[in-house]
RNA sequence: CGGAGCGUAGCGCAGCCUGGUAGCGCAUCUGCUUUGGGAGCAGAGGGCCGGAGGUUCGAAUCCUCUCGCUCCGACCA
């Protein structure tokens, strides 16, 4: 992409409303627009970057057999009346009538929706299990948004849903999904805890978080040093073997760590101090195992081996997409702007042209830029009519992983420059071996 | 939902107390000079001063109502 005919509408000075990092990054670095109190239009930069984290989800989902679907965001309110969640979630859900007087709801999740796609088509255990997800944008009327995207009231989530027979299956599609969860965060770059948590209105008898560590995050968080050390990295996992996702969950969940909602401080004081952590976090998604609940009430029931009908045993797990996005700015930013982990940076690299105008620059840069596209490293050209500084500074700020630097004084040597986001280091070298490195 | 603020050019702000020509910086456009860390000079364009009522000869400014947004707290898949 060339930034001369790219929509990239940076800010030098910061809107004043920004009180995070995150907020104040993707306001500057042109990422989204707000348009209400919690409602954001995603501007090239950020929508590029959430549909990277959005394929990430996908494929990390459908490795583990979980199967795709789309449902609206519009509902009718009476499958809410089924479960009795119509009248118990109270303000946060926005509830509308169409023109019929029909009464209707943004969804701010789906567990009726899916339950009632799975009740209507399936009828026996034969069928189970089966688990499904979409990745659909959600609307919750929170009294107090802020934070930009961390805490909006529309909001892009990956929620799954598990139908399974009996509650070891259900427990099992429970950390499957912890699982793929571990890998999927690894993926973006990032380090989500899997902390005991509260299950809150969704109910249910197990359910973890993943928490990001953040000084700004919302939630307080209490775990043992030992637990950063962990990393899934490249496992080769068969996602049937129910040893073996048994065996993750626990090593991933055996240390302390907890959310304030279930903190123990008598189990946490066993930990030997100098492993002991209090930090915040933001949270990233959460996985619940809720048995029935649904299921009973809707009657979302099979046939088992015996001819009996019998309630599926579900469970739903969410991953906050759209959050994602800030929760990995908060993670990963510096004073100069946003760092993107290489995976999921809106573009792989970007070609200052120090010297726009200078015949030799120009050519030297459109030659590299043709080299840098053709090696699929999806470049960012910034061609615009600026001085080196300024091109510096948006590049800082929207946080490429590479920055390839092309002026006469190198070229005069038969160099270019390129330099690392994250540590500033930089290398001169000739293209060949810029590109060398940069698609080994 | 309690408390506190703010709405003036695309962004950041001043002006309001004490009513009388709507301003500054950045950005934008034109020209010239520059050109390796957010250039300089000269010129130009851009405003329903959030909205509606009211007071007044006259309202960005005072009064009333209203809408929107932000912050602190409570709440929060």
């Not at 299956?169 to 969860?181: E, G």
Request: one cysteine or more; proline letters at 5%; hydrophobic letters at 35%.
């Amino acid at each position: 992409m060339r930034l001369s005919r790219y929509f990239l509408p940076v800010l030098k000075e910061t809107p004043a409303e920004a009180q995070i990092a995150s907020h104040r990054l993707m306001l500057r670095a042109g990422m989204i627009r707000q348009q209400a109190a919690g409602i954001y239009s995603w501007l090239p930069l950020g929508y590029k970057v959430l549909s990277k984290l959005e394929q990430i989800v996908h494929e990390e989902q459908q490795r583990a057999g979980h199967i795709p679907v789309l449902m609206p965001t519009l509902q009718p309110a009476d499958l809410w009346r089924e479960s009795g969640r119509y009248d118990d979630y109270g303000q946060e859900m926005l509830r509308i009538r169409d023109r019929h007087d029909r009464d209707m709801l943004y969804g701010p999740t789906n567990e009726e929706m899916i339950t009632d796609i799975f009740r209507s088509a399936i009828g026996s255990y034969k069928q189970l299990p089966l688990t499904l997800y979409h990745i659909q944008w959600k609307f919750r009327d929170e009294v107090r948004p802020r934070f930009g995207v961390m805490r909006g009231r529309e909001f892009l989530m990956k929620d799954g849903y598990n139908f399974d027979l009996t509650k070891e299956d259900a427990l099992h599609a429970y950390n499957r999904h912890l699982v793929t969860y571990l890998r999927t965060y690894e993926r973006m770059g990032l380090q989500a805890i899997p902390m005991r948590a509260d299950s809150g209105p969704i109910g249910g008898d197990d359910t973890h978080e993943f928490l990001v560590l953040a000084e700004t995050g919302e939630s307080e968080v209490f775990y043992d040093s030992a637990i950063t050390d962990l990393t899934f990295g490249d496992r080769a996992i068969d996602y049937d073997d129910k040893a073996q996702c048994q065996a993750i969950l626990e090593e991933f969940t055996s240390r302390y760590a907890r959310t304030d909602e279930t903190h123990d401080e008598a189990v946490f004081n066993q930990i030997p101090e100098e492993r002991r952590r209090k930090a915040r976090g933001i949270e990233v998604g959460q996985i619940f195992y809720f048995g029935t609940k649904y299921s009973e009430p809707m009657g979302a029931t099979v046939t088992n081996e015996k001819g009996e009908k019998v309630p599926v045993h579900m469970g739903s797990h969410g991953i906050g997409v759209s959050r994602l996005v800030g929760a990995i700015i908060e993670a990963s930013h510096d004073e100069k702007g946003i760092v993107w982990p290489d995976p999921v940076a809106p573009f792989g690299v970007g070609v200052v042209n120090l010297r726009q105008g200078d015949a030799a620059t120009d050519a030297a840069c459109e030659d590299a830029y043709a080299k840098l596209a053709a090696a699929g490293l999806d470049p960012l050209y910034d061609d615009r009519d600026e001085r080196a500084g300024a091109k510096f500074a948006t590049m800082e700020l929207i946080g490429l992983p590479w920055r390839l630097a092309i002026g006469p004084r190198g070229l005069a040597n038969g160099t270019v420059e390129l330099t690392r986001r994250r540590t500033g280091e930089t290398m001169e070298l000739s293209l060949e071996s810029a590109l060398a490195k940069l698609a080994p």
